[in-house]
């Protein structure tokens, strides 16, 4: 059984983080920031955004590195793919799920929040 800790949501009280404007990360592609020491990957899909670790739970791959496919993006070291909304791994050799985070956007600001 996969250890679910990791994936728990930010505390209710957390805040949320200015990474990027909405214009900096265009539909179809993944930009990564730094907040509070965690790299974040964040994705466009079709003008919705979702956040996740940057790192393949395979082999630690530069998820930012790989390609964005609908709401799926690509380790480019195995081919391991994983659901940004969901953070699910769904193709092999990942079995672990990656790290998602709360997104909000307002108006041209894209916030994260890693509590």
Do not use: W
């Not at 539909?27 to 940057?54: Q, S």
């Not at 709401?71 to 799920?97: I, M, Q, S, W, Y």
């Not at 997104?103 to 890693?114: A, C, I, P």
Request: hydrophobic share 35%.
């Amino acid at each position: 059984m996969p250890d679910l800790s990791e994936l728990r949501p930010p505390a209710p009280d957390a805040a949320f983080t200015l990474i990027a404007k909405v214009s900096e990360t265009p539909p179809g592609r993944i930009t990564v920031h730094e907040v509070d020491g965690v790299r974040i990957a964040l994705c466009n899909v079709n003008g919705r955004f979702y956040a996740i670790d940057d790192v393949c739970t395979h082999d630690g791959g530069p998820l930012d590195q790989g390609v964005l496919e609908d709401n799926l993006v690509e380790c480019p070291r195995h081919g391991a793919k994983f659901d940004v909304e969901t953070g699910r791994a769904v193709v092999l050799p990942a079995v672990r799920p990656v790290r998602t985070y709360p997104v909000q956007v307002e108006g041209d600001d894209v916030k994260v929040n890693v509590g």
